[in-house]
Nanobody
């Protein structure tokens, strides 16, 4: 099993920076990628950034050039550096680990482990 826990949320002024962290534990060798999502009240979660075990990254258009996702070599810690923050970046941010493993019968099983979320508030 894999668990992820977010940290680093809080209050920041518009134009400021904030660094979110996602700590993974358990069978971290089974993690293929870790993603950050944001969710506004009453809306669907939207992908913000993703990083794979091989180091490939991709970002939502709205955060390109402002946010940077990085990881350690073992996928135990993934960070999201957020610069030039805007009030519209105010949301709850969730970390998710994409995990795959072999069942006893040899089938490949996949699941996504979600964290509890961390609130980010950007004030003008």
């Amino acid at each position: 099993q894999v668990q992820v826990v977010e940290s680093g949320g809080g209050l920041v002024q518009s134009g400021g920076s904030l660094r979110l962290s996602c700590a993974a534990s358990g069978s971290t060798r089974s993690i293929n990628a870790i993603e950050w999502y944001q969710q506004a009240p009453g809306k669907e979660r939207e992908l913000v950034a993703k990083i794979t075990r091989s180091g490939d990254t991709n970002y939502a258009d709205s955060v390109k050039g402002r946010f940077t996702i990085s990881r350690d070599n073992d996928m135990n810690m993934v960070s999201l550096q957020r610069n030039s923050m805007k009030p519209e970046d105010t949301d709850v941010y969730y970390c998710a680990a994409d995990v795959s493993y072999y069942s006893d019968s040899g089938d490949v099983c996949v699941f996504r482990a979600w964290g509890q979320g961390t609130q980010v508030i950007v004030v003008a």
